[in-house]
C-alpha cells in the first residue's frame, strides 16, 4: 500500500488530507473514533474563503482506527496535537520502512526534533500550516484564512514533488524552505492570538476587532520578540508589515486599525482558533507548544518571560473559570493598565 498516511485526522489532517486527496493521491487518515465516527456517516466536506465546496464521499475515504501495520505510504503528514508527538513518531518509526518522509505539520517550533529524538530513522521535514481551519459540523472543515503552506525540504525531493503538484491542482501552494525555523518563530508569533481568542469566546475577526484583546496579544508578541532578538533568531515576515510594525498596528484604536488592517482582517466570520475549539469541549490545548515555547525560550537565556507565562496559567484554569473574558478583563488578568 503506498500514498499519503495523515496520522491524526483533526482539522489540519482533515482539510489538507482531503485537498491531497482531491488532487489525486490516495491518502489514508489514522485519527479519534469522534472524527473518524463522522466521516465515517457524512464523508469530508472541505470549504473555504475563496468559494472552494468540496465533498468526499465516505465510500471513498480511507479510514484507520489505529495505524495499518502493512500500509508502507511514500509520504506521512504527521498532524497530531503538540502533545501527542513523542507517541505517534514512536508508533511510526515501529512501522514504517526506514527513510520515510514525515512532514510534521503541527504548531511550535520544537515538535520535529522531538519526533526525530523518537524515531531518527525516519526523514523527518518541519511544516508550517499558516492558515485558520475550523470544523464546522461533523465531517465540514472550513479554511477561514490565507496562506501557502511551508515545508523544510529539497527540490529534489520526489515525494515533496508530488504532493507539491497534487495541491496544486486544487490551487493549494507548497513553498519549500532550506531552514523553517524563521517560518516557525514567525508562526508562533502570529499562533500567539490562538490563545487570545480561546478565552475571548468571539470569532476570529470579531476579536481581532476589540482594542483590548489586541493589546493583549500585541503584549504577547512583544515579550516573545525581544526574547528572539536576544537569541539572536531571525523571525520570517508572515503578515502584510513586520513583527515589530505589527505591534504599532495592533495598539492603534479601532477605527484606525480597521481602516490600515485591510489585509490582516481578510478573515471570514467562520474563523476561530483552533484552541477555541479545545476549551469548548474539554480537550487539552496547546498553549505549552505556543506560550510555553516562549517561556522556555526565556529560560534559556537565563531570563523570564511573565506574560507569556501568565497567559498559559490563564488557559490551565480555564475549567475553574468556564466563561470568556471580556477585553478589559483579560487585559487586567495579564496585569496590562
Known amino acids: 500500500m503506498s500514498g499519503v498516511l495523515v496520522m491524526g485526522a483533526g482539522s489540519v489532517g482533515c482539510f489538507v488530507g482531503g485537498l491531497t486527496q482531491l488532487g489525486g493521491m490516495p491518502v489514508h487518515f489514522v485519527g479519534r473514533p ?13 470549504t473555504d474563503q475563496d468559494g472552494l465546496d468540496r465533498h468526499i464521499p465516505a465510500l471513498e475515504l ?26 505517534a513518531a514512536a508508533l511510526l518509526g515501529a512501522a514504517l520502512p526506514a527513510g520515510t518522509p514525515v512532514l510534521s505539520l503541527q504548531n511550535g517550533v520544537g515538535n520535529t526534533a522531538l519526533a526525530r529524538a523518537q524515531a531518527p530513522q525516519l526523514d523527518w521535514h518541519a511544516g508550517m500550516v499558516p492558515f485558520n481551519i475550523a470544523e464546522l459540523a461533523p465531517g465540514h ?9 511551508a515545508v523544510e525540504g529539497r527540490p529534489e525531493d520526489a515525494a515533496l514533488r508530488a504532493w507539491q503538484a497534487a495541491l496544486a491542482g486544487v490551487g493549494m501552494k507548497l513553498r519549500l524552505h532550506a531552514d523553517l525555523a524563521p517560518v516557525q518563530w514567525g508562526k508562533l508569533l502570529i499562533n500567539l ?8 469566546g468571539r470569532p476570529l475577526r470579531e476579536q ?10 500585541a503584549a504577547l508578541q512583544q515579550e516573545a520578540l525581544d526574547l528572539l532578538d536576544a537569541a539572536q533568531r531571525p523571525v520570517a515576515q508572515l503578515t502584510p508589515l513586520p513583527p515589530r510594525r505589527l505591534l504599532t498596528l495592533l495598539r492603534l484604536p479601532t477605527p484606525l486599525f480597521r481602516l490600515a488592517a485591510s489585509r490582516l482582517l481578510r478573515v471570514d466570520a467562520k474563523a476561530r482558533s483552533s484552541m477555541a475549539d479545545d476549551l469548548a469541549q474539554g480537550r487539552v490545548t496547546e498553549i505549552d507548544a505556543l506560550c510555553g515555547e516562549v517561556v522556555r525560550l526565556a529560560q534559556g537565556l537565563g531570563r523570564q518571560a511573565p506574560l507569556n ?11 475553574q473559570r468556564g466563561r470568556p473574558y471580556a477585553p478589559s478583563e483579560l487585559l487586567a488578568a495579564m496585569g496590562q493598565p
Open 309 to 319: 507565562a501568565r497567559m498559559q496559567a490563564l488557559v490551565q484554569d480555564w475549567p
Open 141 to 149: 472543515y472550513h479554511r477561514g484564512s490565507g496562506g501557502a503552506l
Open 62 to 87: 480511507r479510514l484507520h482506527d489505529e495505524l495499518p501495520a502493512e500500509l508502507k505510504p511514500d509520504l506521512v503528514l504527521l498532524c497530531v496535537k503538540s502533545g501527542a508527538t513523542a507517541e
Open 193 to 200: 492570538n490562538n490563545p487570545v481568542n480561546a478565552l475571548s
Open 208 to 217: 481581532l476587532l476589540q482594542r483590548g484583546y489586541r493589546r493583549v496579544l
Open 34 to 46: 469522534r472524527v473518524l465516527s463522522a466521516l465515517r456517516s457524512k464523508g469530508l466536506r472541505l
